[in-house]
């Protein structure tokens, strides 16, 4: 109808009162003009005067088929469609952005943590993940580099031509980088930053930590870079009460009330040798597992515990994956294979083989 939709939505009530009305032309194109009579004048109008200006308004915007009736219902239908965008995008930006499915097997983005290869650099690291099948890799800070530049430590301090080669590496193994840590949150939030700068320059999904002291300072840092954080369990420390980390209880106290984007790094492995059900722990965490550093291990407990392959130790891993299914979990698994330090390739691509084979369907 010509009619010019982003000035009618910039109109508001404030012009009409102040005279502000609508007039077509033959074309359909519509300008504004203004009344003459004023809000004063109009209340001292009589009724058949009113009506009588009333219809003349009405036949000024008959050329183009506009009555005052729908032009009101489409600001309405604006101002709601311009809503609903802004709380879409709004609700897009509290999830933050997704592993692609490309990076994916059996439906999970599973690869390594770099530690898993900590006697190797970080390039190296890349490598074994790639041969053992995985798609994406959690780094940890303080590995070496490289061969070539062995004393260059890999970390959030890390220059942005160290960074270019470090993404450099993974474009050529085709794994993408997806998680940092466990690295140690500052309060001091100039020094939080910079950890998640460099988190934002690398894309990772999310950040790794242990530190709940500074679960402000993290909110924020949260909120600011759209960028999740896990907080990481290592095994109940009988010499330090004060350690409650390993408590799946205690992590939900922490993350419950705080912005979504903040939960656990569920490392079942530590929770077997916590004597906790790691299956549980996933359940009391309902909806807050941001990652996983997924374990089987041979015994629950401490005595005597490794890592081995998914399926053939006591960690219930169908069962971990069934409930992390059902919960929507779109984070990272890393596969945190702490035996046989020095070639256990084999071993972390037997784990991948397990989550490739993994079709269960779900019980209703």
């Given at each position: 109808m010509g009619l010019r939709f982003t000035r009618?939505?910039?109109l508001t009530s404030t012009d009409f009162r102040a005279g502000i009305s609508p007039q077509a032309d033959e074309t359909g194109n519509v300008s504004w003009i203004n009344r003459q009579d004023t809000p004063r004048q109009r209340r001292n109008q009589t009724a058949v005067q009113r009506r009588?200006?009333?219809?003349?308004?009405?036949?000024?915007?008959?050329?183009?088929?506009?009555?005052?009736?729908?032009?009101?219902?489409?600001?309405?239908?604006?101002?709601?469609c311009g809503f609903l965008l802004v709380a879409a995008t709004a609700l897009s930006n509290l999830?933050?952005?997704?592993?692609?499915?490309?990076?994916?097997?059996?439906?999970?983005?599973?690869?390594?943590?770099?530690?898993?290869?900590?006697?190797?650099?970080?390039?190296?690291?890349?490598?074994?993940?790639?041969?053992?099948?995985?798609?994406?890799?959690?780094?940890?800070?303080?590995?070496?580099?490289?061969?070539?530049e062995?004393?260059?430590?890999?970390?959030?301090?890390?220059?942005?031509?160290?960074?270019?080669?470090?993404?450099?590496?993974?474009?050529?193994?085709?794994?993408?980088?997806?998680?940092?840590?466990?690295?140690?949150?500052?309060?001091?939030e100039n020094a939080a930053r910079k950890i998640f700068e460099f988190a934002k320059k690398m894309g990772f999904y999310a950040v790794t930590t242990e530190s709940d002291e500074s679960i402000d300072t993290i909110e924020k840092m949260v909120k600011e870079f759209d960028i999740k954080v896990g907080f990481h369990d290592h095994p109940k420390r009988a010499n330090n009460p004060n350690y409650r980390m390993w408590d799946p209880n205690y992590v939900l106290s922490l993350v419950k009330d705080r912005d979504s984007r903040i939960g656990s790094c569920a490392d079942t492995g530590h929770w077997l040798a916590s004597e906790v059900d790691p299956l549980e722990a996933i359940k009391i965490l309902k909806g807050r597992v941001i990652?996983?550093?997924?374990?089987?291990?041979?015994?629950?407990?401490?005595?005597?515990?490794?890592?081995?392959?998914?399926?053939?130790?006591?960690g219930n891993i169908g069962g971990i994956l069934d409930e992390l299914k059902r919960q929507g979990f779109a984070g990272n698994i890393s596969i945190e294979y702490e035996y046989n330090w020095n070639d256990s390739v084999v071993d972390v691509a037997q784990c991948i083989g397990f989550v490739r084979g993994y079709a269960r369907p779900l019980k209703q």
């Open positions: 009618l939505f910039a009588v200006q009333d219809e003349t308004e009405q036949s000024a915007l008959a050329p183009a088929g506009l009555t005052w009736r729908n032009i009101m219902t489409s600001m309405h239908k604006i101002m709601r999830h933050g952005e997704k592993i692609p499915d490309e990076y994916k097997i059996g439906g999970f983005a599973i690869g390594a943590q770099a530690y898993t290869f900590n006697r190797f650099s970080v390039f190296e690291a890349i490598e074994k993940t790639a041969a053992a099948g995985g798609k994406v890799i959690e780094f940890y800070p303080g590995q070496r580099l490289s061969l070539e062995p004393t260059v430590k890999w970390d959030h301090n890390a220059s942005e031509e160290i960074i270019q080669k470090v993404k450099d590496k993974l474009a050529k193994h085709k794994v993408k980088a997806v998680n940092y840590g466990v690295v140690g949150i500052p309060k001091d990652s996983s550093h997924l374990k089987d291990r041979n015994v629950r407990g401490l005595a005597g515990h490794h890592d081995v392959p998914f399926g053939t130790g006591v």
